[in-house]
């Protein structure tokens, strides 16, 4: 984040961020009235922060499940490096990869897919067996399946303890 965009995350900016959390589809005009800025400046501001790279994008959410997607697993893979460029052209392309991150700790990656069935899911099991070790966890449900962020910069439901200082001994 540069220093231009820190300056428009101030209350203006992240009182924007929440509203378009809540529902990106507001008017301009409904917008600006809930920030409290006029409507060019809340234009404005909505294209600084698209230029700045805050915002990433407007999109809407589809019930996976309408789509005909009903099994939702987390896969959990180890990549020798010898195949770790193949793998990550190789799972750009997958489209029942969802999401994949690049890890630190014992497993290289970690990917959120979705197939439509538990047939499909093997063959997706398999197709990854040539870059690594695939570990698979099927999803059951989901409590928190997507959250808000808190545009305050900070969290607040838990609070760090202030850690004890040992007395030498």
Do not use: W
């Amino acid at each position: 984040m540069t220093m231009d965009s820190t300056v428009l995350l101030d209350i203006y900016g992240r009182t924007l961020l929440h509203e378009l959390q809540v529902n990106a589809r507001l008017s301009l005009a409904e917008l600006s009235r809930r920030i409290g800025l006029s409507a060019t400046a809340t234009a404005e501001r909505l294209k600084q922060m698209e230029e700045s790279g805050i915002l990433r994008g407007f999109t809407v959410e589809i019930d996976r499940e309408a789509l005909g997607l009903g099994v939702m697993a987390f896969i959990r893979m180890s990549c020798p490096g010898q195949h770790y460029r193949r793998f990550v052209e190789y799972v750009q392309r997958l489209e029942e990869v969802r999401e994949c991150h690049h890890l630190t700790g014992g497993d290289d990656f970690l990917m959120k897919v979705t197939t439509t069935s538990m047939n499909d899911l093997e063959a997706l099991i398999e197709a990854l067996l040539p870059y690594g070790n695939p570990v698979t966890s099927l999803v059951l449900s989901s409590p928190v399946e997507r959250r808000n962020y808190a545009v305050t910069g900070k969290l607040t439901t838990i609070t760090a303890k202030p850690r004890s200082r040992r007395s030498p001994r």
